[in-house]
């Protein structure tokens, strides 16, 4: 039957648009066709009138039938009533929609569109789920809930960011993100209208649409332009809401903000702002009604009025203004606080202090100005009233104050209250006000500068958050008042609901064309409806003769009068079909609006479309003294909206100069009034809104008592019919409102089809069949290009088709089912019988064979038993007759034994005591005999002490004898050493001769040589491969020398400690001498003269004996020189057969290497170094000296003369030159070094030099070595070219000349180290002289020291005592002397050796880099030279862990670090392979003590590991570099000073720590780059996963996708759809744990430790629940059991996979909430279960818990949820003891992420183990030591 669809105005089927509704048979579920004779059976849920619900839900009691006067219903409340319906049966009451639409996101994907359809929606969702936004096509309906909701957080707009309008819940940020995707993808204006009545939320919906644009324009965290947008709000608020009686912060002003956006890299940033505000409700200054306020920034004012003492402010009950509504205060606000807030924006916005201070007393001076009383005047003499005049006293105190506020005369102000000016022609007229008329005036007055205050605060605002830089487009968001009527309707309600007249015709266009729109392009055809259109409306009030004309031409007459107005306007407007005239009198009219009827008062109109003010009283104003009151009177009414497309034209009228420029005053006659100013803005407001793409939020107040979550129906159904959303519900409806993909159409339909009709490769196809099959008319469907187009109720007709079969099919699954449950127990009964009478016989027969067996265990028993007990008692017999034979005889042989030992014990006494006499008697005898002797002896010492006490006195002639002789002495050492060089020169040459001649015999020998040279390279190559590999080997020997080193120091330090003691033995001695010296007697002094003498002697013997000696050596020296010259005389050019094995044996203190010597003369033996410090008598140096230096004249004499000799006869070869100079310059770079070492070995710069001189030492070896093989190789060459022809020679002359090339640059290079060794050498020779000089020092003090003690020894005996004090205090003066000497020395050497040391270390640096250069020139060179066979290797050295590297080489060993630290090469290297390098580098720089290098090689180590996360990387390239970060941190704790970490080291390891660096500070900055590598990497691998995790969790194959959004007209995509086997890729669920396979293959290979691994795995799983739970709680409709099935199974193989990875229980932690909420929506959701529910949801918050009870959809076999259940299950859940969070909050924050936890693991690595590999290229920059 079809009937009215329940439109309030509709009284047919053609009045509806032809949409009907049909009654369903619910017997057997036939579709009944929409005609007349269709008959309505009993049970169907149906709507009916109510008075007070407006509509109410009923039940058919009966069956309809045609032509039937009534229907019998039952209602809800229980109650029986007939409703009388036409005989046509055309006000049939409209149907119910079924329970699974019931509560949908989307009003138009009802099945049912009618308005009590549409009003149960809206209720069920706002009552009983608390969801307070729903969709209406385009429309998003916002419902005020009088409540604060968790809505608005920075996790919801992160939920919404990127998802379409209609994935998730509807939402204000849900349409904003719909406005800024299309900005983004389009680059288009759009513009966001918000509408409703007072107190219906607009401001707050265009707020949080503000919010939401400055976070995802700009970023989460305010940036200036997203602060200063949001802080304009506040500012607005202030100035423009005010509270009403129905709402406490209504804005009373419309307001259109632009937010400006530009366009960078394919982003939108939020730019800035630009505000335009219309029809500011200027009454409202000066008049309010009752329990209404005036503007929020006067009460804010006034409750600030402690800051502002100057303003004379008080309560504001005490102001006219004020006090009026007689509602000063507002339910939980504090306006003190919110005055805060205001000033703090307006700082924020770019208000300076002085601007804020100018504003508030211009408010105040408001607020003063109302209260100026105007009182009556009398005439003059007379008590009679003056009833044409009034009077204000000049002593009135407000108006002192609002002058001086001001700034302006108060008399002035006075005067023109007073009186008014009336211009003629020629002259003008003063005229006085009366008391009407005098605070008409002022209340103008206030209003008037409220307005231009209003619009100059508007203007800084714009200014601020509009820096002028060209905007590529914009969001425009339009508060705008909502359609009102009151009791008296004036001005101001005419003007807003004229402005949504105007706005609902263009949304009418807009949703119509979007309609067409839609069904075009699906290519369906459909009959054009009419729509409601209200142009006519609109011309009555904007055409010519309208009502805003005539009332615009009234106010240009002198004497025009609203009952004048209003005559014309029934004159006029009669012929509109939307006007009405009053029954009654002529001050009202009626305009028919489209939501309603409404009358206004035409009191007033004319004064307010004036908007009068007095000229004189705004010059009064023009000429205060503050700039603010100037600047804001001067302020045109333009329209800021459209001032940027064309200036405002000029006015006719006179020019006046006015605060200094010259602006353009309009006449009287052409001042726009501001009826025709609001049209204009108006215009272009909507020409802006046509011009972009609109979206709608229509605002609904739910009631006017402000109480939450109350409904009144009659109050929202009318509210609903204003804004258009019933409009919007009857355009669909008119068409095909039910749309469905047909993917998710053949998914939830494809059981109403049979087998043979589905086509899983033909989804449309197989729809079109199920369509075909249960819906015959072809008029009730449209098949799209991808989507089925519905009538209005037949999706609910396939729903109760679906469910019927459902029914049937599950009646004979249940059948199935029972029969296989029976058929299962019966079968396991008779199992069971089976098995007891199978174990029954068992336990029988078990009985009978244990009796058997015990009988026969009892028999062995027995036997065993009795042999037992026999064989007891036999040993024990036994044992006792061997015991008592035992006793037996020990007894016999211990008396045997004490017999014999007391004999031999008297024996041993007998010879002890005969000893005993015997020695007594001889040591009496000798005693005696030594007494006589030591008489005899004193007598003869005594003699002969006097005797050598006279000789004594003549060693002073001795010592002045000799005195003369050290100069002598100085000179002749002098005169020495250069005789040295001379010969060590000669000793030169003499080699240089020895090596011409072995070069030449090399030349002969390179014939034969030349011939194998071919044949031999490739041997040659394998061998300098092997050679390579032995140089490596000796690199790593460089270690094991420094270890020696190492040991030498610690002998040496041991023996320096000896020494020490030895001296203070010697100190002590000394003192012990001086104490003796004073109470000896004279024969001690004669008996040390004696001695003294005779060491004199010995010391002159034995210097003679030693410079014989020495003579005898230097005698053999040339003698040996000698017989080598004369055979190399002999033989200049006879072959001499040195080979490469005989070469290497040669001595390594070669005598022709006299660059070798110095003048320390170190080859000499250690008896001649010494003895120059080890004797004083100069009488032996006198004839050492004399010896040796004619002996080394005769040498230096002779050998010059065989020099030239030989060097006039010998001609050396190029070749010789370049080989023995290599030769020589080597030797001399190791003899010099060995020098340096030995000046160097006692000073504080030990430490670090020996390493150096180590490394130094084994590279001059080395470079030794391969000269020699040189040699070798140079002799076979020169061999066999002896053999070659001339012309062969010839050929090789451009070899020659290459060699001479190389030989030149080698030499100058060597030469070069040579000069600066001979520095260092100098500079420690004047240490060694200077160490000469403290030891002559020394010997001083001794003599001294020597003269006190002899001097006290000579004084007489009787004094010795008297001076004993005095000597005492000589010494100790003395000593202290010295001792501050010494400290004064010590500290300059101090600072002295810290220089050198900083010298010697560059110098060290240099010389080292020097050294490399010439080992890789030498390198170069090796390979073109034939290397001999016989090769010395040298010994195996032991690594130390180190790595070489130069400070300058930084940059380029990281960035090749980096860079080559691929992937794939990672894989194959140690785990942390370049954390090991890295600290291998920082040991070398520990030992060296180079501080700057350890903190540029962290610092910049640091520096480009930041660069890496912080730009776009692989996620391998973040593993990677976390895993090393790890281990660098680890080395540097395990290698460090701190016990807890060193512990476990070996011994070799506890030898490796760091000495000279404490690294703290670097340990914490590393460990801070691991944790901003790790929140990297995890931000990473969450942005992989996002787009998984949804369909991932909360779908799965067909489950999913067959409760998509049901019908959500083509917004809502199933979340499963991605994961559909159809569409590839396997099933999400599989692509997310393949995934998590991925990332932990990684970890593994790149050698990241399981626990860091598991707390990777850890934050993935609380991101997983974090996006799963949020899209489950943002989306109701999935919030059924199948979805708590899915996500258990899909839990179930995350979890499976986790324990497969033997990882921890705490990984799956995080996934408890998401856990809990599965078992929420399969759990059982009764009253009773309310404590199981609770125990259940341990890990879910009160709101979390809530929200998916009330978002839980029903199946169609549920009992429903009570509110009953809601309010126990609410109460229950507040007692828990929750932890302590936000549990308002039904989110989960995504971005939260857990802190990592860095864990000390010990790494047993050698790193003396770890090698260089060849493929990472850093051979060049780092070289293991």
Request: proline share 2%.
């Amino acid at each position: 039957m079809i009937y009215c669809c329940g439109c309030p105005t509709s009284a047919s089927l053609a009045d509806c648009g032809g949409v009907g509704v049909a009654l369903l048979d619910a017997s057997n579920g036939a579709n009944i066709k929409c005609t007349h004779s269709v008959i309505g059976v009993g049970g169907a849920k149906i709507w009916v009138p109510h008075t007070e619900q407006v509509w109410e839900s009923a039940t058919l009691e009966e069956s309809y039938r045609k032509g039937a006067g009534f229907l019998k219903i039952v209602t809800e409340s229980g109650s029986l009533r007939e409703v009388k319906l036409k005989a046509d049966g055309s006000d049939l009451p409209p149907l119910r929609n079924p329970a699974i639409l019931v509560g949908q996101n989307d009003l138009t994907t009802l099945s049912y569109l009618h308005e009590p359809g549409v009003l149960y929606n809206l209720r069920v969702r706002f009552c009983e789920r608390q969801i307070i936004y729903t969709y209406c096509g385009i429309i998003l309906v916002a419902i005020n809930p009088y409540a604060e909701m968790p809505l608005y957080g920075p996790s919801i707009i992160r939920a919404y960011r990127g998802h379409a309008m209609g994935d998730l819940e509807p939402h204000i940020f849900a349409l904003a993100e719909e406005a800024y995707t299309k900005l983004e993808r389009e680059n288009c204006n759009l513009s966001i209208i918000v509408s409703g009545e007072s107190g219906a939320g607009k401001t707050v919906s265009a707020k949080y649409a503000m919010r939401y644009f400055a976070a995802v324009g700009g970023s989460e965290s305010e940036t200036q332009v997203e602060r200063k947008v949001l802080a304009s709000s506040p500012i607005m608020e202030a100035f423009g809401n005010a509270k009403t009686t129905r709402n406490d912060n209504s804005s009373r002003f419309g307001k259109f903000t632009k937010l400006l956006f530009r366009n960078q890299m394919g982003v939108m940033y939020l730019q800035g702002a630009t505000m335009h505000t219309y029809l500011l409700e200027k009454s409202r200054v000066v008049y309010q009604a009752q329990g209404e306020r005036n503007y929020h920034i006067f009460y804010q004012l006034c409750a600030a009025r402690a800051k502002y003492p100057e303003l004379v402010l008080d309560h504001q009950d005490k102001f006219q203004f004020l006090n009026m509504g007689g509602a000063p205060d507002i339910d939980r606000v504090s306006d003190a606080d919110q005055f805060n807030e205001t000033v703090q924006a307006m700082t924020v916005l770019g208000f300076s202090i002085n601007q804020i201070a100018d504003i508030v007393k211009i408010l105040a001076g408001i607020l003063h100005l109302g209260n100026i009383n105007v009182s009556k005047k009398y005439n003059e003499g007379t008590e009679e009233e003056d009833t044409d005049s009034c009077e204000i006293f000049p002593n009135d105190i407000h108006l002192q104050i609002t002058g001086d506020l001001l700034r302006l005369k108060a008399e002035d102000l006075r005067r023109w209250l007073l009186m008014r000016k009336i211009e003629s022609v020629n002259e003008y007229v003063l005229i006085p006000n009366s008391i009407e008329a005098a605070e008409a005036a002022r209340d103008a007055l206030a209003k008037h500068i409220y307005a231009k205050l209003f619009q100059y605060i508007v203007g800084v605002l714009n200014k601020s958050l509009n820096n002028g830089s060209k905007q590529c487009s914009f969001i425009g968001v339009l508060d705008i008042y909502g359609f009102e009527t009151f009791e008296v309707n004036s001005f101001e309600q005419f003007c807003i609901n004229y402005a949504n007249e105007k706005l609902q015709q263009q949304f009418n266009q807009h949703v119509f064309k979007l309609e067409q729109e839609e069904y075009l392009k699906e290519g369906i055809t459909w009959t054009m409806i009419d729509f409601y259109d209200n142009q006519p409306c609109i011309d009555l009030i904007e055409s010519r003769l309208g009502v805003l004309d005539l009332l615009d031409e009234e106010c240009r007459m002198p004497r025009g009068s609203d009952e004048s107005w209003a005559g014309k306007l029934i004159g006029k407007c009669s012929k509109f079909p939307h006007f009405e005239k009053p029954r009654f009198g002529t001050t009202s009219f009626f305009i028919k609006h489209f939501s309603d009827t409404v009358e206004y008062d035409v009191n007033g109109f004319l004064e307010k479309n004036r908007d009068t003010v007095s000229k004189e009283l705004t010059q009064v104003l023009c000429e205060s003294n503050m700039q603010l009151v100037k600047q804001v009177m001067v302020l045109e009414e333009i329209d800021t909206l459209s001032v940027d497309s064309a200036k405002a034209s000029t006015l006719g009228g006179r020019v006046v100069i006015s605060a200094g420029r010259k602006q353009v005053v309009p006449s009287k006659q052409h001042k726009k009034t501001v009826g025709s100013q609001f049209q204009e803005s108006l215009a272009s407001l909507i020409s802006t809104l046509h011009a972009t793409t609109p979206h709608y939020v229509r605002c609904i107040k739910p009631n006017d008592d402000k109480i939450a979550f109350k409904w009144e129906t009659a109050k929202i159904i009318q509210q609903l019919r204003a804004c258009g959303v019933l409009e919007t519900v009857r355009i669909s409806a008119a068409g095909f409102p039910s749309r469905w993909l047909y993917l998710d159409f053949y998914m939830r339909y494809q059981l109403l089809a049979h087998r043979s009709k589905i086509d899983k490769n033909d989804m449309k196809q197989s729809c079109r069949n199920i369509v075909t099959k249960w819906i015959q008319d072809e008029d009730k469907y449209r098949f799209g290009n991808t989507q089925i187009f519905f009538r209005a109720g037949q999706v609910a007709f396939l729903e109760q088709v679906r469910a019927n079969l459902r029914k049937k099919y599950i009646t004979v699954v249940q059948s199935v089912v029972r029969r296989f449950i029976h058929r299962r127990r019966f079968l396991r009964l008779q199992m069971v019988i089976s098995g007891i009478q199978r174990h029954a016989r068992g336990f029988l027969a078990r009985q009978r064979v244990q009796k058997m067996r015990e009988d026969r265990a009892a028999l062995i028993l027995s036997k065993y038993a009795k042999g037992w007990l026999c064989r007891r008692r036999y040993l024990r017999l036994r044992h006792s007759i061997s015991g008592i034979q035992t006793y037996a005889r020990g007894m016999m042989a211990r008396t045997k034994f004490h017999a014999m030992r007391d004999h031999y014990r008297a024996v041993q006494i007998q010879r002890f005591v005969r000893g005993v006499l015997a020695r007594r008697a001889y040591q009496k005898r000798r005693r005696d005999i030594i007494i006589c002797q030591a008489a005899v002896r004193r007598f003869l010492a005594r003699r002969k002490f006097r005797k050598m006490k006279t000789e004594a006195k003549t060693i002073s002639h001795m010592e002045k004898k000799y005195m003369g002789l050290e100069n002598k002495i100085i000179s002749m050492q002098q005169r020495i050493d250069e005789l040295n060089r001379d010969n060590s020169n000669l000793k030169h040459k003499t080699s240089e001769i020895s090596v011409l001649k072995m070069k030449l015999e090399l030349k002969k020998n390179l014939e034969g040589e030349f011939k194998n040279v071919k044949a031999a390279c490739q041997d040659k190559d394998k061998l300098i491969e092997a050679l390579n590999k032995q140089l490596e080997a000796e690199r790593d020997e460089k270690m094991q020398l420094l270890e020696e080193n190492g040991h030498a120091q610690e002998e040496w330090v041991s023996q320096k400690q000896q020494w020490l003691g030895e001296n203070e033995e010697l100190r002590r001695q000394i003192d012990q001498m001086i104490e003796l010296a004073k109470n000896a007697e004279v024969s001690q002094r004669t008996q040390e003269d004696r001695m003294l003498a005779e060491i004199d002697n010995k010391e002159l013997n034995e210097a003679y004996q030693r410079a014989i000696k020495d003579k005898e050596v230097i005698e053999n020296e040339n003698f040996t020189l000698k017989e080598e010259l004369s055979r190399i005389t002999a033989g200049n050019f006879s072959l001499h057969g040195r080979t490469a094995s005989n070469a290497s044996s040669q001595n390594e203190e070669d005598v022709g290497y006299a660059s070798a010597k110095n003048t320390l003369d170190i080859n000499r033996p250690p008896d001649l170094l010494n003895k120059n410090y080890s004797y004083t008598d100069c009488t032996s140096l006198v004839v050492k000296l004399r010896a040796i230096l004619e002996e080394e004249k005769q040498k230096h004499k002779y050998l010059q003369e065989q020099y030239l000799k030989l060097a006039s006869r010998n001609k050396p070869t190029e070749d010789s030159f370049r080989v023995s100079e290599l030769e020589v310059e080597n030797e001399k770079l190791r003899s010099e070094y060995d020098q340096l070492r030995t000046s160097i070995k006692h000073g504080v710069e030990i430490n670090e030099l020996n390493a150096q001189h180590a490394a130094l030492q084994e590279e001059v070896r080395r470079r030794r070595e391969e000269c020699i093989q040189l040699k070798a190789v140079l002799l076979q060459q020169s061999q066999s070219m002896r053999s070659l022809e001339p012309e062969s020679l010839q050929l090789r002359g451009n070899d020659v000349n290459e060699l001479m090339e190389a030989f030149h640059s080698q030499k100058l290079i060597n030469r070069q180290l040579e000069s600066e060794l001979k520095a260092i050498t100098e500079e420690h020779n004047s240490k060694l002289v200077e160490m000469t000089q403290d030891i002559e020092r020394l010997n001083n003090e001794k003599e001294e020291l020597q003269k006190v003690i002899f001097e006290s020894i000579d004084e007489p005996e009787e004094s010795a005592n008297m001076e004993a004090l005095r000597q005492n205090d000589r010494y100790l003066r003395r000593e202290l002397q010295k001792a501050v000497s010494q400290y004064l020395i010590v500290q300059e050497e101090l600072k002295l050796a810290n220089a050198k040391l900083k010298a010697y270390r560059q110098d060290g640096g240099q010389l080292e880099h020097k050294l490399e250069e010439e080992m890789i020139r030498n390198k170069a060179n090796g390979p073109t030279s034939d290397v001999g066979a016989n090769v010395t290797k040298q010994k195996s050295q032991n690594p130390q862990g180190l790595m070489k590297f130069h400070s300058s080489d930084l940059d380029k060993i990281l960035q090749r670090l980096l860079n080559a630290l691929t992937p794939r090469t990672v894989v194959g290297l140690l785990p942390g392979f370049p954390a090991y390098l890295i600290f291998m580098c920082i040991r070398y720089t520990d030992l060296t003590n180079a501080d700057d290098d350890v903190r540029e090689l962290l610092s910049k180590f640091v520096i480009q590991v930041k660069k890496m996360h912080r730009t776009p990387h692989p996620i391998e390239n973040r593993v990677i570099w976390l895993v090393n970060s790890i281990t660098l941190l680890n080395l540097l704790k395990q290698y460090g000073d701190v016990e807890e970490y060193v512990q476990f080291n070996s011994e070799k390891q506890k030898q490796q720590q760091l000495k000279n660096f404490n690294l703290f500070e670097y340990r914490r900055v590393i460990l801070d780059l691991i944790v901003n590598l790790y929140q990297a990497l995890i931000m990473q691998i969450q942005g992989l996963l996002d787009a998984k995790i949804v369909p991932a969790i909360l779908s799965n194959d067909e489950i999913q996708r067959g409760r998509s959004a049901h019908g959500m007209r083509s917004r809502a995509t199933s979340i499963g759809a991605s994961s559909s086997p159809e569409h590839g890729g396997g099933p999400a669920w599989k692509q997310l744990i393949g995934q998590f396979e991925h990332f932990y293959k990684q970890f593994q290979h790149f050698g990241l430790d399981s626990c860091y691994a598991e707390q990777i795995f850890r934050q993935l799983l609380y991101f997983v629940c974090a996006v799963a739970l949020n899209y489950l709680m943002l989306r109701g409709d999935i919030c059924m059991w199948e979805t708590g099935m899915i996500i258990r199974y899909n839990l179930g193989c995350i979890e499976d996979w986790v324990r497969s990875k033997k990882m921890s229980n705490d990984v799956l932690l995080p996934l408890a909430p998401l856990n809990q909420v599965s078992q929420l929506l399969q759990s059982r959701k009764s009253e009773q279960d309310v404590q199981t529910i609770c125990d259940l949801c341990t890990s879910l918050s009160t709101a979390q818990v809530l929200k998916v009870m009330k978002s839980y959809k029903l199946d169609d076999y549920e009992s429903e949820i009570t509110n009953v259940f809601l309010d126990k299950l609410t109460k229950e859940l507040n007692a828990r003891q929750m932890p302590a969070s936000n549990s308002d909050e039904f989110t989960i924050d995504q971005k939260f992420i857990q802190p990592f936890k860095v864990v000390f693991r010990y790494s047993d690595i050698k790193l003396e183990d770890i090698d260089l590999p060849s493929h990472l290229n850093l051979d060049e920059f780092l070289e293991k030591i």
